[in-house]
């Protein structure tokens, strides 16, 4: 039986719920992943003790991203659904959400972050979205980074392709805490215990529902809108599957002289 992908355990006496990427190193984020970080989520429907849920990596990293592979044009409409899917549910989790960061967090695994309340990550961590270098663009990350940093910084990471560090994900608005490497653990469980164990959980489950109320709306229509643009503007192009195709290949992409009609 192969493993799965991720699993869901407690802590702080079961007041917490901690739903790990289990898939190192990359933890990419394919649509198996995916099924199984949605069963866990839906297996926590109806525990109102909860105080948070927390989505950790497993090694050295958070995520690579959505599988690069499950892009191609022949998969990407599930593809879509399914990782779009499960970050419109974690934005209806009624406890707070927070993603622990070490490593590299990049493309789709950037996108589960934004749909997460609160980031916490190693002084090392790195953020990116490396999808216009393969000829496409993050759709989700297009809605909701806006709502987390500002149209400014999103377009600056979105339209590039470069990383930041911890320390100016922090500053941008994206990461709430900053621990020094190798002590993510002991700081999640430090804050934890400070700041959300305490807590009265119907108290926090309210303030996290009216916070959300932005990004819960750039995940609707807006990026419906955004998703037609992908599939009917952008996949009709050679370069999409050119990119792909090159990553997957492991050479430089031949981009097309100009924009097909």
């Known amino acids: 039986m192969t493993p799965q992908k991720a699993r869901l355990a407690f802590s702080h006496e079961g007041r917490v719920a901690v739903v790990t990427l289990a898939a190192p190193k990359g933890n990419i984020l394919d649509r198996e992943m995916i099924a199984a970080l949605v069963g866990h989520i839906d297996a926590l429907a109806g525990r109102d003790d909860l105080v948070a849920l927390v989505i950790v990596g497993e090694g050295p990293h958070f995520s690579f991203g959505a599988s690069v592979e499950e892009h191609l044009p022949d998969h990407i409409v599930p593809t879509l659904d399914a990782l779009h899917g499960l970050l419109r549910k974690l934005l209806t989790v009624p406890m707070p959400t927070i993603a622990a960061v070490r490593g590299q967090c990049l493309g789709g695994g950037l996108e589960l972050v934004l749909a997460c309340d609160l980031v916490i990550a190693e002084e090392g961590a790195q953020f990116a979205c490396p999808e216009i270098k393969l000829g496409v663009f993050p759709p989700a ?20 392709g470069d990383a930041i560090g911890a320390q100016e994900a922090r500053t941008a608005g994206l990461v709430a805490k900053v621990a020094p490497d190798g002590q993510l653990e002991q700081a999640l469980d430090a804050w934890l215990a400070e700041s959300f164990v305490p807590r009265s959980p119907i108290a926090l489950r309210c303030a996290a529902k009216a916070i959300r109320r932005e990004a819960h709306h750039a995940a609707g229509t807006p990026l419906a809108d955004v998703e037609r643009i992908y599939l009917d503007r952008l996949m009709q192009q050679p370069d999409a599957v050119e990119g792909i195709t090159a990553f997957l290949e492991k050479r430089a992409p031949r981009w097309a002289a100009k924009v097909s009609s």
């Open 141 to 160: 990350a297009s809605v909701l980074l806006p709502v987390r940093i500002g149209g400014a910084r999103a377009a600056a990471l979105a339209l590039t």
